[in-house]
């Protein structure tokens, strides 16, 4: 079975307390429920993960790599914006990625208009709420098959 493992970063923990207005009311364990749901259906093997620290996110990657995951779905959070680390994991473990962001970070402040992961990027996802995280892994349901 193909694994999937989604991550998200620095500040996700407070989705559905945070700043509602920008990032909704729904809850990090209520985006991991529905997702761990879609991936049953789908066939995948999907494992969470969330951290407030640069260096466990980096840690996480390197162990997705011995675990074997095919694809990664990560919302970085602020570290989108500042980690040259997050970025050279990924290229370190070569797995594909999908970066995604509940709010549409172009239409914000000019510091979130730069991404250091999109360039290596299969696809990025920004705007569309917390259902992008499904979407997300709609797609990469059709490419691990
Ligand atoms: C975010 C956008 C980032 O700019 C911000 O720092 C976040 C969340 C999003 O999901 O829209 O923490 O990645």
Known sequence: MSKVLVINGPN???LG???P??????TLADVENGLRAQAA?????LDCFQSNHEGAIVDRIHQARAEGVGFVIINPGAYTHTSVAIRDAFGGVAIPFVEVHISNVH??????HHSYLSDI???VMAGFGTL???LALQFVASRLR
């Open 132 to 134: 992008g995280y499904g």
């Open 121 to 123: 990027a299969e696809a």
């Open 107 to 112: 239409k914000r402040e000019a510091f979130r």
């Open 41 to 45: 259906e789908l066939g995948l093997e």
């Open 21 to 26: 207005h920008i990032y909704g009311s729904t």
């Open 17 to 19: 307390s945070r700043e």
């Open 12 to 14: 996700l923990n407070l």
